[in-house]
C-alpha cells in the first residue's frame, strides 16, 4: 500500500476496499496510507474507512481490547471521515486508555471545528505530561491565541520539554511520577 498519492492504483485500491476494507495488518497498512494521503498529500477522494463496514472497522479498533490495535491511525482517520462517523467514534477515542490516542482525538475533533476538541487540548495543555503535544496541535490548527496562558510560562514549559524529553524511547521511555524545577538562569549569549 505505498503507492504515490498521483499513482491511479491508489485510488482503485482505496475504492475497491471501501465497502469492506480489511481486518488485521492488511488493514492497518491500508489505514495508515489513507491516512498518510490524506495528511501529507492532501489527496481529496473519500477515505476508505468512511463506508459502512470502514466504521465498524474503526470502532473495533478503537476497543482497548482489540488484538494489535491500531487505535492511534484509527483515531487521525476520523479527521477525514464525514461528521456522523466523527461524532459516532470520537467517544470511543476520548474513553481510550492511551494519552496519544486521546491527544488525536482532540486533534481531528478540532480540525473540523469541535469544541470539545479545543476544550480537551486546552486541558492537555496545562498537563506537562501531554502539554507539548497539545501546543504543538492547537499551533498546527491556528488556535495560537486558544492556548492558556499558564501554558505558556517559562517555568511550566522547562518542566514540560523535561518530561516530553524524558519519556521519548531513547531516554527513560516514561513520565517520571514527579518532576521539580531546582533553578533558572539568563544565558546572555
Keep these: 500500500f505505498d503507492f504515490e498519492s498521483d499513482n491511479p492504483a491508489m ?8 465497502e469492506n476494507p480489511p481486518d488485521g495488518s492488511v488493514g492497518g497498512a491500508l489505514l ?21 463496514n470502514g466504521i465498524e472497522r474503526l470502532k473495533q479498533w478503537l476497543r482497548p481490547e482489540s488484538p494489535q490495535n491500531p487505535a492511534y491511525e484509527a483515531t487521525i ?20 486508555p492511551d494519552d496519544d490516542v486521546n491527544l488525536e482525538a482532540g486533534w481531528a475533533d478540532l480540525k473540523n471545528e469541535g469544541q470539545k476538541g479545543l476544550e480537551f487540548l486546552q486541558e492537555a495543555s496545562l498537563d506537562p505530561h501531554r502539554s507539548s503535544t497539545a501546543i ?6 491556528e488556535h495560537d491565541d486558544d492556548i492558556p496562558e499558564a501554558a505558556l510560562d517559562p517555568n511550566f514549559i ?13 531516554e ?10 531546582i533553578d533558572t538562569r539568563n544565558v546572555y549569549w
Design 136 to 141: 504543538s496541535y492547537l499551533r498546527e490548527l
Design 11 to 18: 485510488e482503485t485500491c482505496f475504492e475497491a476496499l471501501r
Design 32 to 52: 495508515s496510507r489513507a491516512n498518510r494521503a490524506k495528511l501529507n498529500d492532501d489527496w481529496e477522494g473519500k477515505h476508505p474507512f468512511d463506508s459502512k
Design 77 to 96: 482517520a476520523l479527521a477525514f471521515c464525514s461528521e456522523e462517523t466523527r461524532d459516532a467514534l470520537l467517544p470511543l477515542a476520548y474513553a481510550y
Design 172 to 181: 527513560i521511555g516514561d513520565s517520571p511520577e514527579s518532576i521539580e524545577q
Design 158 to 170: 522547562a518542566k514540560a520539554e523535561m518530561i516530553d524529553w524524558l519519556q521519548h524511547p531513547n
